[in-house]
Nanobody, 130 residues
């Protein structure tokens, strides 16, 4: 069992940056694939970014088209934390952001489907003012 806690959300002006953190506790995080999702008011949850796990510290990543080139996902296994660096934020990025972790996944696999994740955090709100 792993518990996930997101942090780093807040209010930022369009064009600004935020870095979200997803801290894991309960078990070591290094063998889990991790994803970021978001849900805007009145919309369904959508995939944002994902990162694989690796035995060689070489990670595969995937991004939604809407955030490619602006967001970067990374992980620090020593800190049991995954990060989402968000740059050039737009009003349409406003949403609650959730991290999720999947166990039993082959190394190097990135997961964009939410139903494949076993564990979810409570979310952190990101609001971008235009």
């Amino acid at each position: 069992q792993v518990q996930l806690v997101e942090s780093g959300g807040g209010l930022v002006q369009a064009g600004g940056s935020l870095r979200l953190s997803c801290a894991a506790s309960g078990r070591t995080f290094s063998g889990y694939a991790v994803g970021w999702f978001r849900r805007a008011p009145g919309k369904e949850r959508e995939f944002v970014a994902a990162i694989s796990w690796s035995v060689r510290n070489i990670y595969d990543t995937d991004y939604a088209e809407s955030v490619k080139g602006r967001f970067t996902v990374s992980r620090d296994n020593a800190k049991n934390t995954v990060f989402l660096q968000m740059n050039s934020l737009k009003a349409e990025d406003t949403a609650a952001y959730y991290c999720a972790a999947a166990s039993g996944v082959v190394a190097g696999v990135v997961i964009s489907k939410d139903y494949r994740y076993n564990y979810w955090g409570q979310g952190t709100q990101v609001t971008v003012s235009s």
